[in-house]
């Protein structure tokens, strides 16, 4: 019986497509930090929500801790905050499921279009009944 495939072509094979992927994952973290570095702003924002902790994402990772979430649970907006009184105010919120009203500048990424917010101000706020 003849052997159709050569055990080094199959592992020379596997090797190239493990480099590539590694090129190429190194290449979108590259673009990723530069969306950080280079966004551009796009408007005002001030809203009220609830706040729950961030997930894994592609665009901002490690720079969004939180999430806004609209009183009408329609929206979700990733939060970038650079003070500790905010974030404490976000990570507070997001253990006792308070009211929130951030403040601050909507921003996005200039390849990804990805859009954060670049928080100035968080308040609590009382519940309306």
Not at 27 to 55: I, L, S
Not at 70 to 90: I, N, Q
Request: hydrophobic share 40%.
């Amino acid at each position: 019986m003849k052997r159709l495939i050569n055990p080094m072509v199959v592992l020379l094979s596997v090797a190239v497509l493990i480099t590539t992927g590694v090129a190429v994952n190194a290449r979108a973290a590259r673009k990723t930090a530069k969306q950080m570095q280079n966004p551009k702003e796009e408007f005002p924002f001030n809203k009220v929500g609830t706040v729950t902790k961030h997930g894994v994402d592609i665009c901002m990772e490690g720079h969004i801790l939180y999430d806004l979430n609209s009183v009408d649970h329609k929206t979700k907006d990733w939060l970038s905050t650079s003070s500790k009184t905010d974030e404490a105010l976000l990570e507070k919120a997001s253990k006792n499921g308070g009211w929130v009203r951030v403040k601050g500048t909507m921003m996005v990424g200039v390849e990804a279009n990805c859009k954060w917010v670049k928080v100035s101000s968080v308040t609590p706020v009382k519940k309306s009944s």
